[in-house]
């Protein structure tokens, strides 16, 4: 049986896999007769407010032949406190499939061994998964092949969305950097775990220089809004702007995952000229999804 619970746990070929099958979603969308899903009936657990990761999902499943279940905290008894593993037991008897996003990663480990049904994670405060598989196809379309490319991450580099790109990295040989004040860095352990070419650093026009991609994320995720007023005084200096994409090599992606808050991580001018990769980078979440949808049930 196969789960997405993490870039870390999932082997190269199959992320290669997954990033072809991407490609030919979309390439096929409105046109295909696959539906691998079809008969199937998907829960999709949220623990999390959701735009871009809920209607992916809920779109992808329903193109694929499936049935979707959306299900809060506020309608399950999750949210009175019911252990995971029970209501994993239940699920996996009804449904088949899960998509689970919430705090604790250890949650979608526990839900995967109990529910013994496909399950992928839809972002935990450890990894963001499916977010990294969309941003490395909008690359791979705008750039090509990302091997030996320069990845900037700017801004909060020990969340969940650097911590997938790290892993990412040390499958797919290119280089990342993490821009991020100390404070914010990736830990030991997981540099060591990611392998690859990653460094880190606090200087962001060192990081910047010669990148092809400057990437960045909100600076107060969520989970974290009793830490905003620290996090914004300390990762001020972190914005991509102007002056940052200087430093880049010419014609430099900017992607941001969404949603973004204009003048923190980035400013209004240079979110308006990269929109095009912004909002291609957030529909290729659908596709993205839908071969890891497929490839859960091949
Ligand atoms: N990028 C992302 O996961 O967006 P949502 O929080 O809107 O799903």
């Known amino acids: 049986m196969k789960h997405l619970l993490s870039l870390e746990k999932l082997p190269r070929a199959e992320m290669e896999s997954i990033l072809s099958a991407a490609v030919k979603m979309k390439k096929e969308r409105g046109s295909s007769k696959q539906q691998p899903l079809k008969g199937q009936t998907w829960a999709m ?6 735009t871009r990761t809920r209607v992916s999902f809920e779109v992808g499943i329903h193109e694929l032949g499936g049935n979707v279940m959306f299900l809060s ?29 919430t705090f604790a990663q250890r949650d979608i480990e526990v839900f995967s061994e109990h529910a013994k049904i496909p399950t992928i994670n839809a972002l935990t405060d450890d990894e963001h998964p499916c977010q990294i598989l969309a941003d490395i196809q909008t690359i791979q379309e705008k750039l090509g092949p990302i091997q030996n490319k320069i990845v900037t991450f700017v801004g909060d580099g020990a969340c969940n969305v650097p911590t997938s790109w790290m892993f990412a990295a040390g499958k797919l040989d290119f280089e990342l950097r993490i821009a991020a004040p100390k404070a914010f860095q990736p830990s030991a352990d997981l540099l060591k775990r990611a392998g690859g070419k990653i460094s880190c650093t606090e200087d962001l026009i060192t990081a910047a220089k010669g990148a092809d991609v400057l990437y960045t994320d909100v600076w107060v995720s969520m989970g974290k809004e009793a830490e905003s007023a620290e996090r914004l005084k300390i990762l001020s200096g972190y914005q991509i702007n102007a002056s940052v994409m200087k430093h880049a090599k010419p014609g430099a992606l900017v992607m941001h995952c969404l949603p973004a808050y204009r003048g923190k991580e980035i400013d209004e001018a240079t979110l308006e000229a990269h929109a095009q990769t912004i909002f291609d980078q957030a529909e290729n979440r659908l596709h993205a999804q839908k071969a890891v949808l497929a490839w859960c049930v091949s």
């Open 73 to 101: 905290p506020a309608d399950s008894q999750l949210g009175r406190g019911e252990p995971i593993q029970d209501t994993a037991r239940v699920m996996g008897r009804m449904v088949h499939g899960a998509i689970i996003q």
């Open 45 to 50: 657990i949220f623990t999390k407010s959701s």
